[in-house]
């Protein structure tokens, strides 16, 4: 990165490398638009410097690398804000005597701004090919404009996080500011999310090859653990304020059985390392909350997922006695230690895992919380080759 760049320019650019997310929807454009290079600049009004890029066609631009902001149309772009779509330089009567596709050699270029959630200008999220495309098409405007706002949400909550873990390590003991921040962060995240969702939904039914499947269904397997993250810090916040966990209990064996089927088919989806055996059935009414409980099967699942041995099968069991409900989630992993086990179920407990996806330690809080209040309990057990979560209540 080059040295002459401020201390402003070379945070931004770290930021944007903090988004996991941004290399797939590179990846994703040059998949749908045909094009070779794509790029997120950051654009001042004396500096165009390169935060991120994919590059297939030797452009040569990497992180911190810049371009003379006059030779460049995010120059244009800066000053006005509307995005540029150009099919075919040579074909375009405003264009083929520009001076930037002549300098740089590129026949199709597509540029959308990105603002920041104050309104500011930040950059351009870009692509560019030396031969034409089709670019003048609602998907593909709609697809660029969509990860434009991504970008800024992403980058607003990368600062306001790290604004807020700045304030945690002066203010240990603010409660209060913790159990904020988590409730804004948690709901300005949803409608985001359900985008991210979304897009990769349409983008999965359309004829794209094999390889952009397979980042877009990163994307979105991205977003269900995003929305399994969500879920537990909304219910750690209200724990943390007295409200703790409410229950819609009802009687609907068959409404159970398919919530908990639903939530192993998701983990399927994401999870192509694990085997995934069940046994779920009842011969007796249980009454409970059906989306608590499948949330609780969620977060035991996704534990045995990043914390078991992947040459092996986890096994969920679903069943009532005469007067229990019992779901068992076991996988095959390395004994838990027994300091560790004694604190497993406070919050922000974390172990160190086999695929090291540490996550923010609340998804078995959470679980053991919803246990309580059902007025059952979450024991684990872990011996050599075999951990067990027990999950149960009375009937």
Not at 363 to 392: M, P, Q, R
Request: aromatic residues 6%; glycine residues 4%; proline residues 4%.
């Amino acid at each position: 990165m080059s040295t002459n760049l401020s201390v402003d320019i070379q945070k931004d650019i770290a930021n944007i490398s903090q988004i996991s997310s941004i290399p797939p929807m590179l990846n994703v454009i040059c998949q749908s638009t045909g094009m070779r290079f794509a790029a997120i600049a950051r654009v001042t009004d004396k500096k165009w410097v390169t935060c991120i890029s994919q590059d297939q066609i030797n452009f040569g631009l990497k992180p911190g690398d810049e371009l003379e902001l006059e030779t460049t149309l995010c120059n244009e772009i800066r000053q006005h804000s509307n995005p540029v779509i150009i099919d075919n330089v040579p074909e375009s009567s405003k264009y083929c005597n520009h001076h930037t596709p002549a300098k740089y050699g590129f026949k199709s270029y597509i540029s959308f701004p990105i603002h920041r959630k104050d309104g500011s200008f930040f950059g351009t999220l870009c692509a560019i090919d030396p031969e034409p495309a089709k670019l003048e098409n609602e998907q593909t405007k709609n697809l660029f404009q969509l990860y434009a706002e991504l970008i800024s949400f992403h980058l607003d909550s990368i600062e306001e996080l790290n604004h807020t873990k700045d304030l945690l390590k002066d203010e240990k003991k603010n409660a209060n500011l913790r159990e904020t921040f988590m409730a804004v962060l948690g709901h300005d995240l949803r409608n985001p999310l359900m985008s991210t969702r979304l897009c990769a939904d349409i983008l999965l039914q359309k004829d794209i090859n094999e390889d952009a499947k397979k980042y877009v269904s990163s994307i979105k397997s991205s977003s269900f653990r995003m929305q399994e993250l969500i879920d537990n810090l909304l219910d750690f916040t209200k724990s943390e304020l007295g409200q703790g966990i409410s229950l819609d209990l009802e009687k609907s064996n068959d409404k159970l059985e398919n919530a908990l089927k639903q939530v192993i088919q998701e983990i399927e989806t994401t999870d192509s390392t694990h085997e995934i055996i069940s046994d779920i059935s009842f011969d007796k009414h249980v009454s409970c909350d059906t989306n608590r409980v499948s949330q609780l099967l969620s977060n035991l699942l996704s534990n045995a997922v990043k914390h078991g041995f992947s040459s092996a099968p986890i096994y969920i069991n679903a069943n009532n006695s005469e007067d229990q409900f019992v779901l068992e989630v076991i996988n095959s992993s390395d004994p838990i230690p027994e300091h560790t086990i004694k604190d497993i179920f406070k919050p922000f407990t974390t172990t160190k895992s086999e695929t090291k996806k540490d996550g923010l330690g609340l998804g078995l809080y959470i679980a053991s919380e919803i246990a309580k209040a059902h007025n059952g309990k979450l024991e684990v057990t872990s011996v050599k080759d075999k951990t067990n979560f027990k999950f149960s209540m009375p009937l």
